[in-house]
């Protein structure tokens, strides 16, 4: 791949990229290292620009699949139905990471494996869990590989629901703000009609607004071995660009395609934000229906605050009231009562009443363990 200059304009700096199966497997059966190592490259050139990536996986089906299907040791399993293909995921899921560990281990890029279900981002605990760690990761130039955990979840593998990881990727677009959601497929975008069946069909180079006519012209069956489809593609766009994500669906077998989306070059199909996430984020904070408490800082913390850009640690903290748990929003306000802030606490009441007015690294040796260290980071805070 040729090398670009370092000022090489960056439109998108934080990018969730989804690859599909029909990508990883390069239309065979078996994951194809070559194409791997392609998109393992792009991503690596991109952390060069500072672009923080996060890589959401299929393949672990597929993987398993051939693993299952090759051995002489193992029952023959053919079926498509739900059960086999968890069976090939518990199988194919560590022959997966260990391959993408492999390859960025080559261009002295560390990964870490993140299994995620619809019901784990539901649950408001563990919603705010992974967004801790996951936005933790790529600060630190961690490349996390997310990943449906289809050994309990159905939901990406039943193809009477979502499909392929697709979903899955716009609810982590979400949860990170990510400023792009790139879906690698085998096709070069949306077009506006089948073109293995209408020779006029034509790519749909930017789509400002998900309507019936664009539902419709992504109407199709799943591919053959991913259990996706375009449809589900327009679905995740739509989720995503309603939070504020910027969607590019495009031909993941394309030279450098991911950094040329990153670059803010017109490739595949893009869909515009319809919504602001910081806007979104902001109204949830500040319409008070989830308040479960308040929190008081002394003058430095409450000056800080107000400068922006910083989050609350525990040294500044005063005093707690209220019955708030972890992930509970609550009020900041400064040591003459005026509300400063509302954010969602990193910290239950009796946990934040402990360490309040003590050192970050002081939170273990006084709980017994660091959920975060900081009482509400900078990313879930609104100032007043």
Not at 24 to 37: D, K, V
Not at 356 to 365: N, P, T, W, Y
Request: aromatic fraction near 4%; charge should be negative.
């Amino acid at each position: 791949m040729p090398g670009r200059p370092q000022s090489q304009q960056i439109e998108y700096p934080r990018v969730v990229v989804k690859v599909g199966t029909n990508v990883l497997t390069a239309g065979t059966e078996e994951l194809n290292t070559s194409a791997m190592a392609s998109l393992v490259e792009q991503i690596a050139e991109m952390r060069s620009h500072g672009i923080e990536v996060l890589l959401v996986t299929s393949g672990a089906i597929a993987a398993g699949r051939h693993r299952v299907q090759a051995s002489d040791g193992i029952g023959s399993l053919h079926s498509r139905d739900v059960q086999a293909r968890q069976v090939f995921a518990a199988v194919g899921q560590g022959r997966l990471m260990s391959l993408w560990d492999d390859l960025f281990e080559v261009h002295d890029v560390v990964i870490a494996q993140a299994l995620l279900t619809g019901t784990d981002l539901a649950d408001r605990m563990s919603y705010l869990n992974a967004r801790n760690t996951l936005t933790r990761l790529v600060e630190l130039g961690v490349v996390p590989i997310v990943n449906e955990n289809d050994v309990v979840s159905v939901e990406e593998i039943d193809a009477r629901n979502i499909g392929d990881n697709d979903q899955l990727s716009a609810q982590v677009a979400n949860l990170v703000d990510a400023d792009l959601l790139l879906l690698l497929t085998d096709i070069a975008g949306l077009y506006s009609a089948d073109p293995t069946q209408d020779p006029a069909a034509h790519l749909i180079e930017e789509v400002p607004r998900i309507d019936a006519a664009i539902v419709a012209a992504a109407a199709g069956a799943p591919g053959a071995r991913g259990t996706g489809g375009m449809a589900t593609k327009i679905e995740a766009a739509k989720l995503a660009t309603q939070h504020g994500s910027h969607v590019v669906i495009a031909d993941g077998r394309a030279r450098d395609i991911a950094m040329r989306a990153a670059s803010g070059e017109p490739v595949g199909t893009h869909f515009l934000p319809t919504g602001d996430r910081t806007e979104s984020r902001h109204r949830y904070l500040l319409s008070g229906l989830q308040m479960r408490g308040r929190v008081a800082v002394d003058d430095g913390a409450a000056a800080a605050l107000r400068r922006g850009d910083n989050s609350l640690l525990p040294a500044g903290v005063t005093s707690a009231d209220g019955q708030f748990s972890r992930g509970d929003v609550v009020h900041i306000h400064s040591g003459d009562g005026t509300h400063i802030a509302t954010g969602i606490a990193n910290y239950a009441r009796a946990e934040v009443e402990q360490i309040s007015g003590k050192h970050s690294d002081q939170i273990a040796s006084i709980l017994g363990y660091e959920y975060s260290e900081e009482i509400v980071h900078r990313d879930n805070l609104v100032l007043i």
